[in-house]
């Protein structure tokens, strides 16, 4: 099969040969046949060198790289890709295990699919599609879906209406592309909580947080709790399990706040020792009198381009500022930044500038990351966004 070729100018190729995957549009140096967005096409060195065959699409980033070797990406390729993907996942623990029914199958770069996500929760997969090119071949992706998984998925669900670049000349819509359910619940560690996969953020629940809900739990006893940005609740109820006195939940989205209150309903019915607060984060802060022992600071991405990493950066040190001389003597903060354009020294200094402005002595207990569900591709440090500290203040 023959593909349209793009040509790179000469030495733009090293990237490629180190095996990342995205070609640069600065990179280009010409195009030999017809390109529309999302089509495959092969890469070539100046000197028609083969070097890869990706997806193109509008923008900067003007290919996507599936393959550094030369094939055919039909329904057998893209199977093959997702079953290497299930083996890290039942290497993991995580595929048939009936505690925790909800993980990453596919995790864009970090698999070999670069555009692709796809989240299960029990029986049902969710698929969000990033690029033109991914969802061109939607259909082949939930049959390859299929046939790995087997009898044990019982529905695809598509939720790329909102992620698809708003110029791609596709009409994605929401809804399932293979069978059908009504149960949206799902189990992490033994907790049980409501996937808002029809409306919510991203796939419905954040499951890279599943290893540091569970580190958590283990410092929640018999402390006051405050979990800012708590979307779904995730943290509040690992808190609650955990013998926390009080926690208290802060989301802006009335819609996150009822999540959160069916979520913990869910695991502690009746249980008065949480309220929830639909409200700023940051007006929370500055106002509340309340006394908190461990604070969770995990608020969606301050940053998704480049040219706003100033903004983003001041953003977490304000957060980190007013949690730090908010807390009580000895409390424990468990701060994120989800932001991909964020580096980890950069977010690091974001805190440390915090704490240097309180003049409280904080010590850092744990360095967190994304779980092996959301593998970083080693080619690709792009693919390493989930970031966080676990600070103790004096």
């Known amino acids: 099969m023959e593909f349209a070729k793009i040509i790179l100018k000469p030495g733009k190729e090293q990237s490629i040969l180190r095996y990342h995957p995205w070609i640069f549009s600065g990179a280009i140096k010409s195009v030999s046949g017809e390109i529309e967005e999302g089509d495959i096409v092969e890469v070539l060195d100046s000197n028609n060198n083969f070097l890869a065959i990706g997806h193109s699409q509008i923008g900067s980033i003007s290919v996507r ?3 550094f070797t030369r094939v055919v990406p039909d329904e057998n390729f893209w199977e093959d890709k997702i079953k290497k993907a299930l083996a890290v996942r039942e290497k993991a623990g995580l595929f048939n295990n009936p505690d925790t029914n909800a993980f990453r199958l596919v995790h864009a770069e970090g698999d070999g699919m670069p555009g692709l996500i796809v989240d299960i929760y029990n029986q049902t997969a969710v698929m969000q599609i990033h690029t033109v090119g991914m969802y061109l071949i939607k259909d082949t992706l939930c049959n390859a879906l299929r046939n790995v998984i087997g009898p044990n998925l019982k529905a695809v669900y598509n939720k790329s209406e909102g992620t698809i670049p708003f110029k ?7 809804g399932f592309m293979f069978g059908k359910t009504d149960d949206k619940t799902a189990i992490e560690n033994g907790l049980r909580f409501n996937v808002d996969y029809e409306k919510g953020q991203k796939t419905g629940f954040f499951v890279d947080q599943r290893e540091n809900r569970a580190l958590l739990e283990k410092y929640s006893k018999d402390k006051k709790v405050l979990n800012l940005f708590c979307y779904t609740g995730g943290f509040s109820f690992y808190a609650l399990r955990g013998g926390a006195s009080v926690v ?5 989205s009335e819609r996150a706040i009822e999540l959160t209150n069916k979520n913990v309903e869910f695991n502690f019915p009746g249980d008065e020792r949480h309220r929830s607060f639909a409200e700023d984060a940051f007006k929370y802060l500055n106002h509340s009198g309340q006394d908190y022992d461990l604070m ?7 940053a998704k381009h480049l040219n706003v990493v100033p903004n983003a950066l001041q ?10 001389e908010k807390i009580n003597p000895g409390g424990i903060i468990f701060t994120f930044s989800c932001s991909q354009v964020i580096s980890k020294d950069a977010f690091r200094k974001a805190v440390f500038s915090a704490a240097a402005k309180t003049g409280r002595n904080v010590r850092i207990l744990h360095q967190l990351e994304q779980p092996a569900d959301h593998p970083v591709n080693i080619y690709h440090p792009e693919s390493e966004y989930l970031k966080g500290l676990v600070l103790f203040v004096e």
């Open 248 to 252: 208290h939940s802060v989301d802006s």
């Open 168 to 174: 791609a000349d596709v009409s994605p819509e929401n």
């Open 315 to 324: 953003g977490y040190r304000k957060l980190n500022t007013r949690a730090i």
């Open 65 to 67: 790289i599936i393959s």
């Open 296 to 302: 969770i600071l995990d608020p969606p991405a301050f």
